[in-house]
């Protein structure tokens, strides 16, 4: 993937409007708009046959939450995650809680026994304790 966005950012470079900062542009070298990205993408679901729209779990809103989350659980810093994706860092943070699986991982199996306390001794050793102290 990165040999294939180095080619592009390449020949970008000789497009109209190269100073534009946006990664993908139009054919007349301005940033793609919504709807161009929404047709980009639907054009690709179908040809893969990925059901796409408000009711489907595919849409461009997924692929970018897909796409803060992966980049944040690889490690990326979150101020990085909120610029590429054009998030104040708060709107981002929401990348890095925990998922349904990570809290069910966190939990203890359900047939473990609670942790045992140890052994703290009858209340006259404690006191005992206390006053050589």
Same mark, same amino acid.
């Given at each position: 993937?990165?040999?294939? +966005?180095?080619?592009?950012?390449?020949?970008? &470079?000789?497009?109209?409007?190269?100073?534009?900062?946006?990664?993908? +542009?139009?054919?007349?070298?301005?940033?793609?708009?919504?709807?161009? $990205? !929404?047709? @980009?993408?639907?054009? #690709?679901?179908?040809?893969? =046959?990925?059901? #796409?729209?408000?009711?489907?779990?595919?849409?461009?809103? $997924? +692929?970018?939450?897909?796409? =803060?989350?992966?980049?944040?659980?690889?490690?990326?810093? @979150?101020?990085? $995650?909120?610029?590429? +994706?054009? !998030?104040? $860092?708060?709107?981002? &943070? &929401?990348?890095?809680?925990?998922? &349904?699986?990570?809290?069910?991982?966190?939990?203890?199996?359900?047939?473990?026994?609670?942790?045992?306390?140890?052994?703290?001794?009858?209340?006259?050793?404690?006191?005992?304790?206390?006053?050589?102290?």
């Amino acid at each position: 993937m990165r040999n294939s +966005l180095d080619t592009w950012l390449t020949e970008r &470079r000789t497009w109209p409007q190269a100073d534009e900062p946006a990664l993908f +542009l139009s054919r007349r070298g301005q940033r793609l708009t919504v709807r161009a $990205v !929404h047709d @980009i993408l639907t054009t #690709i679901a179908d040809a893969a =046959g990925i059901p #796409i729209g408000r009711d489907a779990d595919f849409t461009p809103h $997924v +692929l970018r939450h897909t796409a =803060g989350t992966t980049m944040t659980r690889a490690g990326t810093d @979150i101020v990085t $995650v909120a610029e590429l +994706l054009g !998030h104040s $860092v708060e709107t981002a &943070r &929401r990348y890095s809680l925990p998922s &349904r699986q990570d809290r069910q991982a966190a939990r203890p199996p359900s047939n473990a026994s609670p942790p045992t306390p140890e052994p703290q001794g009858d209340a006259h050793e404690q006191a005992q304790d206390l006053k050589i102290n």
